[in-house]
T-cell receptor, first 110, second 119 residues
């Protein structure tokens, strides 16, 4: 199962909005509404930010939002803050009853 | 409070074996699928395996199928990953994660344990 494709890096100034794309196939992203997003700070464990394409867990800021169109999912961070600087990974359930992660995107706050 | 604590990582020679453990607490272990995810140094997350609450169903990534075995002891609230025929490409931090109840995402993660395969 090849990794989902994400841009290697995305940057923005404080207060701006950025969007991270996550492209897969009809056997994963396009076939299920089971896309999730994880934030990972250096040396830390991943943290769930979005589940089932667009749902936020309790405690996650509403500046984070998710969407999907066809085989591509997206994570948008609005009102970018310094604490948002981290690596972000998408993930999807697949038709093989497995999971696949994206290649990861490094978000830099300028 | 949900807690997942991995252990068992360390240095092993190529071709060797290692068994990782993940002690779970703060939730009803027998209600949840459990997963292993790994991350090679400086690289991205890679899903490895999952196991059903009753232990009877397992799934694996192609890269570990036939070499790794996931299991659980529901009497001890502990998840395991037996890793055999290890190669340098298996060097990674291994995270234990809980699968969301009746859903398809990972809602809680441990801090990880590092397995290093080197001679």
């Amino acid at each position: 199962q090849p990794a989902l494709t994400q841009p290697a890096s995305v940057s923005g100034s404080p207060g701006q909005s950025i969007t991270i794309s996550c492209t897969g196939a009809s056997s994963d992203v396009g076939g299920y509404n089971y896309v999730s997003w994880y934030q990972q700070h250096p040396g830390k464990a991943p943290k769930l930010m979005i589940y089932d394409v667009s749902n936020r867990p309790l405690g996650v800021s509403n500046r984070f939002s998710g969407s999907k169109s066809g085989n591509t999912a997206s994570l948008t961070i609005s009102g970018l803050q310094a604490e948002d600087e981290a690596d972000y990974y998408c993930s999807s359930y697949t038709s093989s009853s497995t999971y696949v992660f994206g290649t990861g995107t490094k978000v830099t706050v300028l | 409070e949900v807690q997942l604590v991995e252990s068992g990582g360390g240095l092993v020679q190529p071709g060797g074996s290692l068994r990782l453990s993940c002690a779970a607490s703060g939730f009803t272990f027998t209600n949840y699928w459990m997963h292993w995810v790994r991350q090679a140094p400086g690289k991205g997350l890679v899903w490895v395996s999952r196991i059903k609450p009753d232990g009877r169903t397992t799934n694996y990534a192609d890269s570990v199928k036939g070499r790794f075995t996931i299991s659980r002891d529901n009497t001890k609230n502990t998840l395991y990953l037996q890793m055999n025929s290890l190669g340098a490409e298996d060097t990674a931090v291994y995270y234990c994660a809980r699968g969301a109840y009746l859903d398809y995402y990972l809602d809680y993660w441990g801090q990880g344990t590092l397995a290093t395969v080197s001679s």
